[in-house]
């Protein structure tokens, strides 16, 4: 079906199709090969023809003239015909300042709303960082509802050197207005308002990219090595109240963490992930499960108690155990077998992954220290 609709087209837009075909089913058949031996998450879906946007190849559909003028190939007036368009000084100054010494690739055309759009993408070759855990420094990043994130820049042996809290309550305060605003509408009989989902959404944008932002900054500030997230699954039907669950779809965690890769790789830092499970509910100091919230007498969700009677951040808490269950990981994978299972006999608590927190990290290190 795609190529009967090319099938006036040159030669290389009918090469470029053929070759976005080939991509989809050879994606396909890796995905479904890796499923028959995991048979984690959904069965693939089977690749479905769509509209592709091929790339404008040099010299045959597309010619830069000057930096600020292109000719394209395309078909108008019922010929294939060169057009002569003009690139906006905007666009131009935004390469010219971050996109220099980078390779620039061919250009698609795409159309977005009534217009039509040269999109560009550029290459760049980093080489990421290779440091021993022993001497690497980590920012674990706990992405919370409450704040924005939390990020704790901690050494191997469990040492703090520092600690970040984003708040945006001004942006917090649109979006929650923005979506009374939406629940106002929908009350009075108005089912569909683009115009103020448009709106909600691209405040939570900016939200997202507040805080993918500051987490880069951060692990700058810090010389951080490796950027270490939660696992998180926000699939499948959402609990509490109302006005949680509505919080929860609109929070964009695995957005922020995407555009921190992106980001991060640049940089040449590393993204780690680790389990997600009782790093908010466990204290990091190990005396057990935390009760938070207003069942431990506070008026926000963002405090927490431990059994032993200290009050503490819960989103601080989290970013103490997240980066711990890394440094264990690491630990562990990193020395011999017979020395592994000596550990394991000692700190029996390293074995369960999804219970390790701070304290099991200091335990860790004081055995290891005094075997050495």
Request: one cysteine or more; proline letters at 3%.
């Amino acid at each position: 079906m795609i190529l009967g609709r090319i099938s006036i087209n040159p030669s290389y837009l009918r090469r470029a199709a053929i070759a976005e075909a080939l991509g989809k089913v050879s994606s396909y058949e890796s995905n479904m090969t890796l499923w028959e031996k995991t048979h984690e998450g959904k069965r693939p879906g089977r690749p479905t023809a769509g509209y592709v946007y091929p790339a404008l190849y040099r010299d045959n559909t597309f010619v830069r003239i000057d930096e600020n003028t292109a000719k394209i190939k395309v078909w108008i007036r019922n010929t294939w015909d060169w057009v002569t368009v003009s690139l906006r000084k905007t666009d131009v100054d935004y390469i010219r300042k971050y996109c220099f010494g980078r390779k620039e690739c061919v250009p698609v055309l795409r159309k977005r709303h009534k217009y039509w759009v040269l999109s560009f993408s550029y290459e760049e070759e980093v080489r990421l960082r290779d440091v021993s855990v022993k001497d690497q420094i980590i920012l674990s990043v706990d992405l919370g509802i409450n704040s924005a994130c939390v990020c704790t820049a901690m050494h191997s042996d469990g040492t703090i050197s520092g600690r970040k809290i984003l708040h945006l309550p001004k942006e917090e305060d649109c979006l929650r207005h923005a979506l009374n605003r939406i629940k106002k509408a929908q009350q009075h009989g108005s089912r569909k308002t683009p115009g103020l989902w448009a709106r909600a959404k691209g405040i939570n944008d900016r939200i997202a990219v507040c805080t993918a932002q500051f987490i880069v900054d951060t692990a700058v500030m810090y010389d951080a090595a490796t950027i270490v997230f939660e696992s998180l699954d926000t699939r499948g039907k959402k609990k509490g109240s109302r006005s949680k669950r509505q919080r929860i779809h609109h929070w964009r965690a695995q957005y922020v963490q995407n555009m921190v890769t992106d980001k991060a790789h640049r940089l040449g830092m590393r993204i780690s992930r680790v389990n997600a499970w009782g790093t908010s509910s466990l204290a990091y100091d190990g005396s057990g499960k935390v009760i938070r919230g207003k069942e431990a007498g506070f008026k926000t969700n963002a405090m927490c108690r431990f059994p032993n009677g200290k009050e503490y951040n819960c989103d601080l808490n989290a970013s103490y155990n997240i980066g711990a269950r890394y440094y264990i990981r690491e630990i562990l994978k990193s020395v011999p077998e017979t020395e592994r299972l000596r550990i394991l006999a000692k700190v029996p608590e390293c074995s369960r992954r999804s219970t390790s927190t701070y304290a099991t990290l200091i335990n860790l290190c004081a055995e290891l220290y005094a075997a050495a």
